[in-house]
T-cell receptor, first 110, second 113 residues
Framework: EDQVTQSPEALRLQEGESSSLNCSYT??????LFWYRQDPGKGPEFLFT???AGEEKEKERLKATLTKKESFLHITAPKPEDSATYLC???????????FGTGTRLTVIP | NAGVTQTPKFQVLKTGQSMTLQCAQD?????MYWYRQDPGMGLRLIYY???????DKGEVPNGYNVSRLNKREFSLRLESAAPSQTSVYFC????????????FGQGTRLTVV
């Protein structure tokens, strides 16, 4: 059964304090791993797709990496506007949908 | 470019009432989805439509029905609402099932009393 575990559940950072969010997954034949950002009262906003171990993608202060068992979302020198819940999702081989984790709620304090 | 538009944004229903949540996308995507999001749980798939004219059950379909009206529109119907259906509902779309980068609407917050 597909499973996605995100840690920590919540993270408070000072502005400029870099850190990483973790997404551990179990899936039969990974087709893709996805990162989304969700602001309060809004729908998830697509950030990245990773397809194979060793792959990395970057966008502004965010960098996503992938191994065979987990993915990390690295946040470098975060700003208050990076505060949001970050969701990880996987799609397995033969699956027709994304399987989501419960997210990490990030708060960046000025 | 509006993306994925959901209506209504908020709704309160009494137990046993019915309602339809509307969703439309203007990105010419083939696949559309309905998810629900509950506190402490990840987004869970209710129904999906891989392409116009097809619909299939997801992880939690009981108590719901869907209609893929055309390529743009995908509606979710609650025939007899129950308090357990209190949730935030999201519609999403993607180019196809194989390209699963999904784009989400703003959500409908539904309360069943």
């Amino acid at each position: 059964e597909d499973q996605v575990t995100q840690s920590p559940e919540a993270l408070r950072l000072q502005e400029g304090e870099s850190s990483s969010l973790n997404c551990s997954y179990t899936v039969s034949g990974l087709r893709g791993l996805f990162w989304y950002r969700q602001d309060p009262g809004k729908g998830p906003e697509f950030l990245f797709t990773l397809y194979s171990a060793g792959e990395e993608k970057e966008k502004e202060r965010l960098k996503a990496t992938l191994t065979k068992k987990e993915s990390f979302l690295h946040i470098t020198a975060p700003k208050p506007e990076d505060s949001a819940t970050y969701l990880c999702a996987v799609q397995g081989a033969g699956a027709n949908n994304l399987f989501f984790g419960t997210g990490t709620r990030l708060t960046v304090i000025p | 470019n509006a993306g994925v538009t959901q209506t209504p944004k908020f709704q309160v229903l009494k137990t046993g009432q019915s309602m339809t949540l509307q969703c439309a996308q203007d990105m010419n995507h083939n696949s559309m989805y309905w998810y629900r999001q509950d506190p402490g749980m990840g987004l869970r798939l209710i129904y999906y439509s891989a392409s116009e004219g097809t619909t299939d059950k997801g992880e939690v379909p009981n108590g719901y029905n869907v209609s893929r009206l055309n390529k743009r529109e995908f509606s979710l119907r609650l025939e007899s609402a129950a308090p357990s259906q209190t949730s935030v509902y999201f519609c999403a779309s993607s180019v196809s099932m194989g390209h699963a980068e999904a784009f989400f609407g703003q959500g409908t917050r539904l309360t069943v009393v």
